[in-house]
């Protein structure tokens, strides 16, 4: 894929089952799974939501973790 055929629309898009897709269109040799990349996909885009919106997360002794934030 061309850098000039590139759709951005995909940078606004909050599905990670396309990013999954787009990926595996630009990286057709990726021998990744895609419920592995779908699993990534969806992690980093919560961590970036609760970033952003969170105003405090707590971490529990066994590694789990909670934010409160408003919905």
Same mark, same amino acid.
């Given at each position: 894929?061309e850098?000039?055929? +590139?759709?951005l629309?995909? +940078?606004? @898009?909050?599905d990670?089952?396309?990013?999954v897709? =787009? =990926?595996?269109?630009c990286?057709?040799?990726? @021998?990744?799974p895609?419920? #592995?990349? #779908?699993t990534?996909?969806? @992690?980093?885009m919560?961590?970036? +939501?609760?970033y952003?919106?969170?105003?405090?997360v707590?971490?529990?002794?066994?590694?789990?973790? =909670?934010?409160?934030?408003?919905?």
């Amino acid at each position: 894929m061309e850098m000039s055929d +590139h759709d951005l629309s995909i +940078h606004t @898009n909050p599905d990670a089952k396309d990013w999954v897709k =787009f =990926f595996r269109e630009c990286n057709p040799d990726c @021998n990744v799974p895609d419920d #592995l990349m #779908l699993t990534w996909f969806s @992690n980093a885009m919560m961590a970036m +939501h609760d970033y952003l919106v969170a105003d405090k997360v707590t971490v529990l002794p066994d590694g789990s973790a =909670f934010f409160v934030g408003e919905v």
